[in-house]
């Protein structure tokens, strides 16, 4: 189901009842890029640390920005053994460009021809995107209204006011107390917009919003105050509905937050930085904060991506590159609980994905999630029970079998694989660093020690000292490989980093003892008084 800027406060009621009503709900969301095309130190790399890779990843996500969300809404079903049904929404988003908003952000070409291939539709994101705003874009927006510093910062709503303003002020000139004309094409929150402009400009006219659009009415200047103070349209009123509209899906987001319900996405991490970015905070700049701020918000994350690459492991699956493979092997016969996991059903108006498949599009993906996430739980739940299943398992002990899983989200490209939001990261199970020493080969870069390992496998390079570099792989077999054909290289040394061995300060430290030591020796001996 597509939820357009129209429709969207109409149906808020009705996703906060299947919220509140749900098991779980799985998330997915696209977004017009995913990562700055940076170098050097910039650049992402298995070296870094969870907190490095944080500062480097926050700086993209500034940048780039959500043009779709997906959500699929799971609900066990009552008075039937493990069935559910699934609510799955497409939200097309834009940011609110209201007052002195006025968001800026960038598309990478590479993200763009990659939704493109899967029927994106930019026309519904740049002309019907529902708004948004973060917690500290609201207060700004709150403070000007309440202190009537409120003004129009877009150059398209300024056209827009000043054709209004004149057309309404052309009629004045000729109408009478007591007539009327309508404003048509005028919706949605900018709807408000011109109201309030024409309330402040006008004082001889009052103005009302219906169905076929904005009416306004001359009055006299006493009237116009009367009606201001004492109608149930009153401005205080206005402001609130004018925050409301411009918030748009913050709203919702915020009603999710507290529903404090379990979310499940599928490599996840870049959808959370964008939810605390979009609708929340800016992204602090402490990556404690940020883990700290996103486990209050949703107190169980699942990643599917953390929970079925075990399962692959275990039951020796097939390869798979991305969440619909997942979901077609889980649905396949080489998944022993194939007939006897949970049902799921979609709801109605959602029946769009009962045939067809819509990879990409963010309400298809954000099922694929609930879905894999109820298949693999399952397929636990029956693995560490010898005598079966439990006949009727519920979500709860689904929730049990999965709990070492719950708050471990995937991490691509970084020092370690994953990151706990509910403690402290788990020490990196990554493959052994490689130390390289480099002789005969004058002013060597990182990136031509790359191209030299690139046709055997991939590693990230970080230089170490003028003639030494270390490499780190995601591959336990990549390092072998590398041994075994590099050893007794004429110009490349290739082994196994030490620490306590190899690490310039330690070297430097060494060095420093030594030369204080044998100072001290040097003292000792001249110190000492002859026979």
């Given at each position: ?47 870094d ?10 700086q ?53 021809q ?42 398209v ?28 094409g ?9 109201q ?53 899906f ?50 169980i ?25 997942v979901?077609?092997?889980l ?162 040394q290739v ?26 020796f ?10």
């Open positions: 189901m597509d939820v357009s800027a129209d429709e969207f406060e109409q149906t808020l009621p009705l996703l906060q009842e299947l919220v509140q009503g749900a098991d779980f709900v799985g998330l997915d969301i696209e977004f017009t890029g995913l990562r700055s095309n940076v170098s050097g130190p910039q650049q992402i790399s298995l070296f640390l969870p907190s490095e890779w944080y500062l480097k990843t926050r993209s996500v500034q940048q780039f920005t959500i043009c779709q969300i997906g959500l699929s809404v799971f609900s066990s079903v009552k008075g039937e053994s493990n069935k559910y049904i699934a609510h799955s929404c497409n939200f097309f988003l834009f940011p609110t460009t209201f007052g002195i908003l006025d968001s800026e952000f960038s598309f990478q070409a590479s993200s763009v990659f939704l493109n291939q899967y029927g994106f539709d930019y026309n519904k994101f740049l002309k019907t995107g529902i708004p948004y705003m973060n917690e500290e874009q609201e207060k700004k927006i709150k403070h000007n209204i309440l202190t009537r510093n409120w003004r129009v910062r877009s150059s709503d300024k056209d827009q006011i000043k054709v209004v303003i004149d057309e309404v002020t052309r009629w004045l000139d000729l109408a009478e107390e007591g007539d009327w004309m309508t404003l048509d005028i919706t949605g929150f900018q709807a408000f917009e011109v309030l402009v024409l309330r402040q400009a006008l004082p001889n006219i009052w103005t009302v919003l219906e169905d076929q659009g904005v009416i306004v009415k001359k009055v006299s200047k006493q009237y116009h105050w009367y009606l201001e103070n004492t109608s149930s349209d009153r401005e205080s009123c206005w402001k609130e509905k004018i925050l409301l509209s411009a918030r748009g913050s709203v919702f987001f915020q009603m999710l937050a507290k529903a404090q319900k379990p979310l499940v996405g599928h490599n996840m991490m870049m959808d959370l930085l964008h939810l605390h970015e979009k609708f929340f905070r800016p992204l602090p700049e402490s990556y404690d904060q940020f883990k700290l701020n996103i486990h209050n918000l949703f107190p994350l699942i990643d599917t991506k953390n929970v079925t690459k075990d399962i692959w492991k275990e039951l020796n699956f097939p390869r798979v590159s991305n969440l619909s493979e979901y077609d092997v649905n396949s016969d080489l998944n022993p609980t194939k007939n006897s996991g949970p049902v799921i059903v979609h709801a109605s108006k959602c029946e769009k994905y009962v045939e067809t498949k819509c990879p990409h599009e963010a309400a298809y993906d954000a099922f694929l999630c609930g879905s894999v996430l109820l298949k693999a739980a399952h397929l636990l739940l029956e693995r560490i029970h010898s005598d079966g299943c439990p006949a009727e398992p519920s979500f709860s002990q689904y929730l049990d079998v999965l709990s070492p899983y719950i708050n471990q989200v995937n991490l691509i490209r970084a020092g370690v694989p994953k990151i706990n939001f509910s403690g402290p990261d788990y020490p990196s199970v990554r493959p052994p660093i490689l130390i390289v020493r480099v002789e005969r080969w004058p002013g060597v870069s990182e990136q031509q020690v790359y191209r030299e390992f690139q046709n055997l496998c991939k590693f990230d390079v970080r230089r170490l000292t003028q003639n030494q570099f270390l490499l780190l792989t995601n591959k336990f077999k990549d390092v072998r490989n590398v041994l075994k054909e590099y050893r007794g290289h004429q110009s490349l082994s196994l980093y030490r620490y306590w061995r190899h690490s310039p300060d330690v070297t430097c430290l060494l060095q420093v003892c030594g030369v204080i030591t044998t100072w001290a040097v003292a000792l001996l001249l110190g000492r008084p002859g026979p």
